[in-house]
C-alpha cells in the first residue's frame, strides 16, 4: 500500500514561484505512475501533471510551460515546481499514484487522476492572490 505526503504549499502573490514535495513510501517507482492533481471545494478533480516509470511527462494545458515535475529515487520524492502561478491556480494539490490502472493499460496522463480510487495524499493549499 503506496502512501503520500505532501509539502511545500503556501500563499504567494501572483507570479511567483512554489514548489510542492511528496514523500513517498510502500511501493517501486518501476511500477508506478506518480503525479498531482487539484482540486477546489465543489469543483472536479483537474490533473496536473504525471511522470511515468520512464521518466516521461505529461501536463495539463491550464499549467503547461509554468509547471514541472520531477522525482528523486534515491529519496522516494516527487516534485511540482510551479512557476508563474495565477490566482487560478489556487487549489488544494494532492500527489497522487497508481499501479493498478497503467498495468491494466492506462496510460500515465494527468488525465488519469480524475479517477477516484487512485492513491492519494492528504493534499497541500496553495493560494494565488492577484
Known amino acids: 500500500q503506496v502512501q503520500l505526503v505532501e509539502s511545500g504549499g503556501g500563499s504567494v502573490q501572483s507570479g511567483g514561484s512554489l514548489r510542492l514535495s511528496c514523500a513517498a513510501s510502500?511501493?517501486?517507482?518501476?511500477?508506478?505512475?506518480m503525479g498531482w492533481f487539484r482540486q477546489n471545494l465543489g469543483k472536479e478533480r483537474e490533473g496536473v501533471a504525471s511522470i511515468g516509470s520512464d521518466g516521461s511527462t505529461h501536463y495539463a494545458d491550464s499549467v503547461k510551460g509554468r509547471f514541472a515535475i520531477s522525482q528523486d529515487n534515491a529519496k522516494n520524492t516527487v516534485y511540482l515546481q510551479m512557476n508563474s502561478l495565477k490566482p487560478e491556480d489556487t487549489a488544494m494539490y494532492y500527489c497522487?499514484?497508481?499501479?493498478?490502472?497503467?498495468?491494466?493499460?492506462?496510460?500515465?496522463?494527468?488525465?488519469?487522476?480524475?479517477?477516484?480510487?487512485?492513491?492519494r495524499g492528504q493534499g497541500t493549499q496553495v493560494t494565488v492572490s492577484a
Open positions: 497522487a499514484a497508481d499501479r493498478l490502472y497503467v498495468s491494466a493499460g492506462y496510460a500515465c496522463r494527468p488525465t488519469l487522476w480524475r479517477v477516484e480510487d487512485v492513491s
Open positions: 510502500g511501493y517501486a517507482y518501476s511500477n508506478y505512475c
